[in-house]
């Protein structure tokens, strides 16, 4: 798999392995371990960067990790890390709620049987499972989510994507948990999260 790299400030386009990719986040992470960094915030792309931005988290402290948070959780357990927040669109975090941790939609989706899967568990009524179930985005079902009051489902989907960053390291390295939706708007901020953005 091939992506590309703009290098320097002449805009070169070069292209770059996904192992080169993967060993330029793994040493990142390595960086800010070196200057002590406690907490890492993982964005999944630049989505999640702006939105930190705006909540005014230091860009010391971020790495954009694309669709590789696996590969990034395996490697925050290696170097000793303990507790990272993870910021994520809900098409991201709908994935890892499902235990789906290399986010690209050619290895894996899943996103509307997970969202329908966890609106059936609050009682919603078939036809908007139905309605979901066929919704062509998550922004799509976001508007469904919002028009029949199943804004709970956000928790839900936050609590589980946390829960399954906390197995992916065999409960070594504690997720908080950052979910936005369009505009920048916060959907859930779990404990953890919501305490290192008070530390702040």
Same mark, same amino acid.
């Given at each position: ?8 400030? *002449?805009? *070169? ?49 971020? *790495? ?20 990272? !927040? ?13 235990? !789906? ?33 066929? /919704? ?8 469904? !989510? ?13 609590? /589980? $994507?946390? $829960? ?37």
């Amino acid at each position: 798999m091939k992506g590309h790299s703009i290098l320097g400030s *002449i805009g *070169i386009v070069q292209p770059m392995s996904e192992e080169a990719l993967k060993e330029s986040l793994r040493l990142e992470l390595n960086v800010l371990r070196e200057r002590g960094v406690k907490t890492p915030v993982f964005a999944f792309g630049n989505y999640g960067l702006h939105f930190l931005r705006q909540h005014r988290v230091a860009e010391s402290g971020m *790495i954009k990790i694309g669709n590789y948070l696996g590969f990034m959780l395996d490697r925050a357990a290696e170097q000793g890390f303990r507790r990272l !927040i993870v910021a994520g669109h809900l098409g991201k975090m709908v994935k890892v709620a499902g235990g !789906i941790f290399q986010t690209h939609s050619r290895f894996a989706d899943g996103r509307m049987e997970i969202v329908t899967a966890h609106a059936a568990l609050l009682g919603a009524a078939a036809g908007d499972l139905e309605r979901l179930f066929h /919704a062509k985005t998550t922004v799509a079902a976001m508007e469904i !989510i919002e028009e029949t009051r199943l804004t709970e489902i956000y928790r839900r989907l936050g609590e /589980a $994507a946390a $829960a399954r960053c906390l197995g992916f390291t065999n409960g070594e390295v504690e997720c908080g948990i950052v979910l936005f939706g369009e505009g920048d708007r916060p959907l859930y901020v779990d404990p953890i999260a919501e305490n290192f953005l008070k530390e702040l």
